[in-house]
T-cell receptor
């Protein structure tokens, strides 16, 4: 079956611009996660959705970052007034449930470059 | 501060030998541990996991060992194959982290034939 897909695969934007990153989870997966991976680091948690609601947004670095999942499937991560420090690979993951035994399946990521 | 640490950035092993990747954690509330493998330009792929109530979990060539008292886990790959060459991430969840995964920085494994 289809895995997690993310679009675009690459995004180059100028400092100060607004960007949207899209994630299509595996069909039927109720939980959706966003992570960010900077060069030389492991993925860093940003936000987690259970259904349509954000169950945990403690990893969002500041109020320039926002994510939605209006119908409980596709999610969009939105970054306002981008900064060069936002450059990273943004990873989306989904899982059938939460807790032990419900592994998170990752998409290929969106590489964001802020110039 | 890093709650999950992989202190070896890289490891080189010959084909057929054992690869041992190590991971340390600081948060005693973590109760679930996972290993992910990542190839360039792809997302991390789940490899194997272990619950804190166990000390060993095995799946084919891959075995994860957990030492709770030392807050240490390791991934053993035997025999190693060239296709195992990738970045391996250790991750943990539980406690205040909830269901979010807390990752280490990764170890790059190179298996030569």
């Amino acid at each position: 079956g289809a895995g997690v897909s993310q679009t675009p695969s690459n995004k180059v934007t100028e400092k100060g611009k607004y960007v949207e990153l899209r994630c299509d989870p595996i069909s039927g997966h109720t939980a959706l996660y966003w992570y960010r991976q900077s060069l030389g680091q492991g993925p860093e948690f940003l936000i987690y959705f259970q259904g349509t609601g954000a169950a945990d947004d403690s990893g969002l670095p500041n109020d320039r970052f926002f994510a939605v999942r209006p119908e409980g499937s596709v999610s969009t991560l939105k970054i306002q007034r981008t900064e060069r420090g936002d450059s990273a690979v943004y990873l989306c993951a989904s899982s059938h449930g939460v807790g032990e035994g419900y592994e998170q399946y990752f998409g290929p990521g969106t590489r964001l470059t802020v110039t | 501060d890093q709650q999950v640490k992989q202190n070896s950035p890289s490891l080189s092993v010959q084909e057929g030998r054992i690869s041992i990747l190590n991971c340390d954690y600081t948060n005693s509330m973590f109760d679930y541990f996972l290993w992910y493998k990542k190839y360039p330009a792809e997302g991390p792929t789940f490899l194997i996991s272990i619950s804190s109530i166990k000390d060993k979990n095995e799946d084919g060539r891959f075995t994860v060992f957990l030492n709770k008292s030392a807050k240490h886990l390791s991934l053993h790959i035997v025999p190693s194959q060239p296709g195992d060459s990738a970045v391996y991430f250790c991750a943990a969840s539980g406690g205040q982290a909830g269901t979010a995964l807390i990752f280490g920085k990764g170890t790059t494994l190179s298996v030569s034939s």
